[in-house]
T-cell receptor
Framework: KAGVTQTPRYLIKTRGQQVTLSCSPI?????VSWYQQTPGQGLQFLFE???????NKGNFPGRFSGRQFSNSRSEMNVSTLELGDSALYLC??????????????FGPGTRLLVL | QKEVEQDPGPLSVPEGAIVSLNCTYS??????FMWYRQYSRKGPELLMY????GNKEDGRFTAQVDKSSKYISLFIRDSQPSDSATYLC???????????FGKGTKLTVNP
C-alpha cells in the first residue's frame, strides 16, 4: 500500500507570494491533518479535514487555509508569504473511525523556503 | 507553560546502551500518548502509542505513561546506530486527530 505522498517536495518562494501544497492520503484514509515543523517551534498542528470539512484548526493566522476533495486528497494554501513561513509542512492521514485513537501516518513533507 | 515539554538534547550514547527519553505535559485531558521517530529529511514514523497510564513493550522499545505525574518515557534497550534519529513525543485527546508534539530529542548512537 502506498504511503502518504506530498508534492512538491521542495519549494522556494519570495515574500508576498502565495503557495499551494498537495497531499494524497493512504488509500482508504479519510482524515488528513497538516502540521508545520520549524526548528524553533517544533511540530505544530495547522488543521484537520474529514469528509471535505475542516474539523479542527490550530493557532495560525487566516493566511493559512486548506481544503479536502471528495477523494480525500487535500491541499493547503499560504497567502502573502512571510519569511517566518519557511518550514517543513507535513501531512498526516488516518482512517478516522467514529471514536478512539487512530494511527496517523505522515508523509515526507514539503520543505518551503521563503526568501 | 507549554503543553508538552521535551528535552531537546542532543543525546549521544555508545552502541548497546539503554536510552531513556522523557516528556512532561500540563493538559490532563490528554488520553493518547505516542512516540514518533524522525530521520533526517523524512516524515515522523509512529513507534509506540499508549492509551492512559501504563507500560507497553515492543521489542527493544518500552513506553511508560504516568498520568498522575503527567510524565511519559520511552526506553530503548540495546541501542543501535540505526536508532540515531530525532524522537518526538506526541499527545492527543479522544475524538480529535490533533496531536500536540514535544520539540524532539536528537539521539546519536555511536558504533
Amino acid at each position: 500500500k502506498a504511503g502518504v505522498t506530498q508534492t512538491p517536495r521542495y519549494l522556494i518562494k519570495t515574500r508576498g507570494q502565495q503557495v499551494t501544497l498537495s497531499c494524497s492520503p493512504i488509500s482508504g484514509h479519510r482524515s488528513v491533518s497538516w502540521y508545520q515543523q520549524t526548528p524553533g517551534q517544533g511540530l505544530q498542528f495547522l488543521f484537520e479535514y474529514f469528509s471535505e470539512t475542516q474539523r479542527n484548526k490550530g493557532n495560525f493566522p487566516g493566511r493559512f487555509s486548506g481544503r479536502q476533495f471528495s477523494n480525500s486528497r487535500s491541499e493547503m494554501n499560504v497567502s502573502t508569504l512571510e519569511l517566518g513561513d519557511s518550514a517543513l509542512y507535513l501531512c498526516a492521514s488516518s482512517l478516522k473511525r467514529l471514536a478512539g485513537f487512530e494511527t496517523q501516518y505522515f508523509g515526507p513533507g514539503t520543505r518551503l523556503l521563503v526568501l | 507553560q507549554k503543553e508538552v515539554e521535551q528535552d531537546p538534547g542532543p543525546l549521544s550514547v555508545p552502541e548497546g546502551a539503554i536510552v531513556s527519553l522523557n516528556c512532561t505535559y500540563s493538559n490532563s485531558a490528554f488520553q493518547y500518548f505516542m512516540w514518533y521517530r524522525q530521520y533526517s529529511r523524512k516524515g515522523p514514523e509512529l513507534l509506540m502509542y499508549t492509551y492512559s497510564s501504563g507500560n507497553k513493550e515492543d521489542g527493544r522499545f518500552t513506553a511508560q505513561v504516568d498520568k498522575s505525574s503527567k510524565y511519559i518515557s520511552l526506553f530503548i534497550r540495546d541501542s543501535q546506530p540505526s536508532d540515531s534519529a530525532t524522537y518526538l513525543c506526541a499527545m492527543g485527546q479522544g475524538g480529535s486527530e490533533k496531536l500536540v508534539f514535544g520539540k524532539g530529542t536528537k539521539l546519536t548512537v555511536n558504533p
